[in-house]
């Protein structure tokens, strides 16, 4: 079991660097309390990055992250960029591709403190608990795109993916099942997109290796519908990149707020992860004190588990911010008055208290 790493920080944009120093925190009051080493480099991703090294990230923060054991990033996105060729968002883009990171785990669970934060019933959001995988580097977001008319009045983007691209992730979807409930729900778009026919296809192909897990096939947009009338129907749901992002955003809400999503991307094994919260910059709170840290810190607690290799650790994350939860500690997104550095403190003292640890 080891004990030491080597961590990239990206703080990134808005309330980026706020969540990621919170979650900074939390690691280093972890790290104390497990005897583990934590040596950190930390560079700029987005519209920092833009502003400082005229790139939304560079060759060397690339090459940072491919030799880092997990990269943890807080946010990418800036409006002083909206509309123009050089965009935060390609230095995301840009990360997974230099990591493989091909799957996209985003983990949602109705807290039972939380629940009354939510806009659904309690009895509709009781037991939630399930994963949504999402495949990263294919589909509309990486495919060719055009812009053309004589007034730039056509635009153009194609959706593309392979049969391997579907393999792989569906691989991690019904892994991931056998692991849990072992019930995987595929979403696609069969009934009009030649790419979810071939989507639905290879999935049922991949469902053969794995016996031992259930498989239903839905599309795209009734599994929207089903999230918001029955969340509890489902264990994993397996998608390709454009709908997950969607669906997740979704998913976001049954917690009570996307502040409270953590997400791990994932490539070929003895890769390194690539973690951030799922809320983005959220650059009208910037500077306030009042951004939601939990997402981030799940996210920390995400990176013990998938890349670390120390569950223990992220259990013992994870317990903490329960216990914080329970306590009373949420931010205003949550219908509570607590602000960053006091969620981010009240998580480190039950670390240190040891609450979080079994």
């Keep these: 079991m080891r004990d030491s790493f080597r961590l990239l920080l990206l703080p990134g944009d ?11 925190r939390v690691l280093d009051r972890a790290a104390e309390h497990f005897g583990i080493g934590l040596e950190y480099e930390e560079r700029g991703i987005g519209g920092t990055a833009i502003r400082r090294e005229g790139a939304p990230v560079s060759d060397e923060t690339l090459e940072a992250a491919k030799a880092a054991d997990a990269v943890l990033l807080g946010a990418v996105g800036d409006p002083e960029f909206e509309g123009g060729s050089v965009r935060p968002e390609q230095g995301l883009l840009a990360l997974r591709t230099a990591l493989g990171t091909f799957a996209n785990l985003r ?12 806009t659904l019933k309690e009895e509709v959001l009781r037991g939630v608990d399930l994963l949504i995988v999402r495949e990263l580097t294919g589909g509309l977001y990486f495919g ?5 008319g004589e007034s730039g009045d056509r635009a153009s983007d194609l ?40 989507w639905r296809r290879v999935v049922g192909e ?17 599994a929207a519908m089903y999230l918001i009338r029955d969340p509890g129907r489902f264990d994993v749901l397996l998608t390709e990149n454009l709908f997950g992002d969607i669906l997740s955003d979704e998913a976001a809400m049954l917690p009570g707020s996307m502040g409270m999503l953590p997400s791990a991307s994932l490539g070929e094994p003895g890769r390194p992860g690539l973690y951030e919260p799922v809320h ?12 939601n840290p939990y997402a981030a810190i799940l996210s920390a607690a995400m990176m013990f588990r998938h890349s670390l290799g120390r569950p223990d650790v992220s259990g013992a994350i994870e317990r903490a911010v329960s216990t914080a939860l329970g306590a009373g500690f949420s931010t205003g997104d949550l219908g509570g008055s607590k ?14 208290a040891g609450e979080g640890v079994a």
């Excluded at 983990?107 to 939510?118: D, G, M, Q, R």
């Excluded at 469902?207 to 498989?215: G, L, M, R, T």
């Excluded at 650059?283 to 951004?291: F, R, S």
Aim: glycine share 8%; aromatic share 4%.
């Design 280 to 291: 983005g910059s959220a650059p009208d709170i910037a500077g306030t004190g009042v951004a």
């Design 206 to 222: 991949v469902a053969e290796e794995y016996p031992d897990v259930s498989v239903e096939h839905v599309l795209v947009d009734a």
């Design 107 to 118: 983990p949602v669970t109705a807290i039972p403190a939380l629940i009354p934060s939510s």
């Design 339 to 352: 602000g960053t550095e006091e969620v981010t403190d009240a998580v480190c003292r039950w670390m240190a």
């Design 14 to 24: 808005g309330i980026g660097p706020e969540v990621v120093g919170a979650a900074r």
């Design 159 to 198: 959706c593309a993916y392979t049969r391997g691209e579907v393999v792989r992730v569906a691989r991690v979807a019904f892994e991931a099942a056998q692991r849990r409930k072992g019930f995987v729900t595929s979403v696609d778009k069969a009934n009009v997109l030649a790419t979810s026919r071939l």
């Design 144 to 148: 060719e795109k055009e812009e053309a």
